[in-house]
């Protein structure tokens, strides 16, 4: 399945199984999302859908533990990186996609992204994410 096409069947799949967060989606590069895990833990996620780069999942990091890195590429975002970088002017920058800034429980926590190559990639990660 082409990029596009991943994209956008792992939207549709979120649509159906996440609420829409508060805030809303980006009109072009990312939806953000709440899902309801099984104990009534809201979790939010973000899906990157637009753009000529790949289908990444970001999730905080203390909700999705041990999802197998032989299957599911992943990068660990630090808490702590965030707004140590700086631009060509010296000044500090967020560091991380823009769309995740004014999620709460994503902004500055320590996340993963998860980097999905199948819409069963995606449903693994949903079936941990429901059991945090």
């Keep these: ?38 104990k009534g833990t809201s979790v939010e996620i973000m899906f990157e859908k637009g753009g000529t780069g790949n ?6 990091s203390d909700f999705a533990p041990g999802i197998s890195t032989d299957r599911i590429e992943q990068r660990a975002y630090p808490g702590r990186s965030v707004n140590t970088l700086t631009n060509n002017k ?28 199948t819409v069963a990639d995606l449903d693994q990660i949903i079936s941990v994410l429901r059991a945090a």
């Design 90 to 117: 010296g000044k500090k920058v967020y560091g991380r996609h823009s769309g995740l800034r004014p999620m709460e429980q994503l902004a500055t926590a320590d996340l993963t992204r998860f980097t999905l190559s």
């Design 55 to 60: 289908a990444n999942l970001w999730v905080r």
């Design 1 to 38: 399945m082409d990029r596009t096409k991943l994209k956008a069947a792992c939207t549709e799949r979120l649509d159906a199984l996440a609420a829409t967060h508060k805030i809303g989606h980006q009109s072009n590069y990312a939806n953000r999302y709440v899902l309801r895990s099984a």
